[in-house]
């Protein structure tokens, strides 16, 4: 079912020089060594689909460590390599990286009599490979450049918009497959295949899960929380038994689901604004995701995760951080000033602020953190430690209480400028003795 296609020409539309450079010159070179070059998987898929994506990921026929070294030496840039995959990166002076892996000739022995085929490499490692969409190859090799090669139906499934697995046995393998079929479909909006799904229930169904580390599995939820579609996917993930697979605590009530759709809101808000820092948004859809989990129970969960120290240490503190905010703040009646708004959120890492402000339902306390977010915690003053110190006070940790004091001071313009700032701290000083 190998259809010949080439796509040289909607290469030369849609891709940039720069990148089309690259693949000719690896091309070239590919020649050069008598072998066969490829790009392969989510680069031609994109190009496939009119999305702009620009990793690149060849394979070569040949020692492609060799071939990595040789590219990055013709195009003036560095290779990092990895013996033991055969895998190396060729990094380009602007940055740009190429991804270069070494297809095996492998020889499977059928049982029985018959004899050992020798199966081509490209297709060995394209058959190792996710899903049909991501097992798309294309020929680089200056006679053949642009000629497209697809073993496993590609074409067909990008078209009726499927995410289809290779083989029957694909899940049992590597059960992270299950989170990138949702990821795609979700990012895509295509639909898992019904065999496709039939398997994934299956796999559900033997505990696969359990044998996956959390560090695997983690990784792959990263991904899926840090794209686009989130909602979707984290219902899909509920849907199917991911959720539950992963820690029976994280499967969805509806209380969590209105907290995630909500955050999706907030989050591309807060993105539209462009403020710095930008947040870690998997943390923030995270926290939806375990709310309501009591404090000794989300124990289970950092371990299934194997976060490390630091990890769990920063969540716990961005778990309490919010649960004191959130106190404080959801019981407020009357107005708050800005110096009081200020002094609740502060503490409090942005993304708990984006937690807080999607689970309130109250508008006025949506205002405040707008506020907070928009104006107050980018407000600066004008004095330093450096006037501290010609104040003649010591260095210490009322340097940092005294500069806060004057902030709030400010926020509720109280004071302006330097000086009436100056005389502010005087004050407070003398006050304080
Ligand atoms: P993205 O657009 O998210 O980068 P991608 O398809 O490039 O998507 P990667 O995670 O970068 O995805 O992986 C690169 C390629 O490696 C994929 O196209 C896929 O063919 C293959 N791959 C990645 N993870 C797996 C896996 N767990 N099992 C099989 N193949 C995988």
């Known amino acids: 079912n190998k259809q010949v296609r080439n796509i040289r020409n909607i290469m030369r539309n849609r891709l940039p020089n720069k990148i089309l450079e690259i693949l000719e010159t690896a091309g070239q070179m590919a020649e ?17 689909l009119t999305k702009p994506n620009f990793d690149l990921d060849l394979v070569v026929e040949t020692d492609g460590i060799k071939f990595a070294k040789k590219l990055a030496k ?3 840039g560095r290779a990092k390599y990895h013996r033991k995959f055969k895998t190396a990166v ?15 000739l492998e020889y499977y022995e059928y049982p029985a009599a018959l004899p050992t085929v020798e199966l081509s490499s490209i297709k060995m490692d394209l058959y190792r490979r996710d899903f049909t969409v991501n097992a798309l190859a294309v020929h680089i090799n200056p006679s053949s450049f642009g000629k497209l090669v697809d073993f496993f139906g590609a074409q067909r499934d990008l078209k009726d918009r499927t995410i289809r697995i290779l083989h029957a046995l694909s899940f049992v393998e590597d059960p992270t497959r299950i989170m990138r079929a949702i990821r795609f479909e979700q990012r895509f909006d295509f639909r898992i295949g019904g065999q496709t799904l039939n398997l994934i229930k299956n796999a559900l169904k033997l505990n696969l899960f359990n044998k996956l580390s959390g560090y695997r599995i983690v990784h792959e ?9 989130v909602p979707g996917s984290i219902k899909r993930m509920d849907e199917l038994g991911v959720l539950e697979a992963i820690h029976p605590l994280l499967v969805l009530n509806s ?8 955050l999706e809101r907030v989050i591309s808000w807060h993105s539209l604004l462009y403020l710095e820092p930008t947040i870690s948004v998997w943390k923030t859809y995270f926290l939806g995701l375990c ?16 976060f490390s120290q630091t990890e769990e240490r920063e969540f716990v503190h961005l778990r309490e951080t919010i649960f004191w905010a959130a106190g404080n703040i959801m019981n407020i009646r009357e107005e708050l000033k800005p110096s009081e708004i200020y002094t609740i959120l502060h503490p409090v890492p942005l993304e708990g602020v984006l937690f807080i402000m999607a689970r309130t339902k109250r508008d006025m306390i949506k205002k405040y953190i707008s506020q907070y977010l928009t104006t107050l915690r980018l407000q600066t003053i004008d004095i330093t430690g450096d006037d501290l110190k010609e104040l003649g006070l010591i260095p210490g940790p009322q340097y940092a209480q005294l500069l806060f004091e004057t902030k709030l001071a400010c926020l509720d313009s109280l004071v302006k400028g330097k000086d009436e700032q100056l005389e502010f701290v005087k004050k407070v000083i003398k006050s304080g003795k």
């Open 221 to 229: 939820l990263k991904l899926i929380l840090n794209e686009d579609a």
């Open 90 to 104: 060729v990094i380009l002076p602007d940055g740009q990286r190429v991804d270069v892996a070494t297809a095996r």
């Open 32 to 48: 050069e060594f008598g072998t066969e070059a490829y790009v392969v998987g989510g680069f031609v898929r994109d190009i496939l």
């Open 74 to 76: 013709k195009m003036s």
């Open 291 to 306: 709310m309501g989990i009591s404090k000794p129970k989300m124990e289970q969960i950092y371990n299934r995760f194997s």
């Open 255 to 262: 209380s969590r689901e209105q907290v995630i759709t909500e």
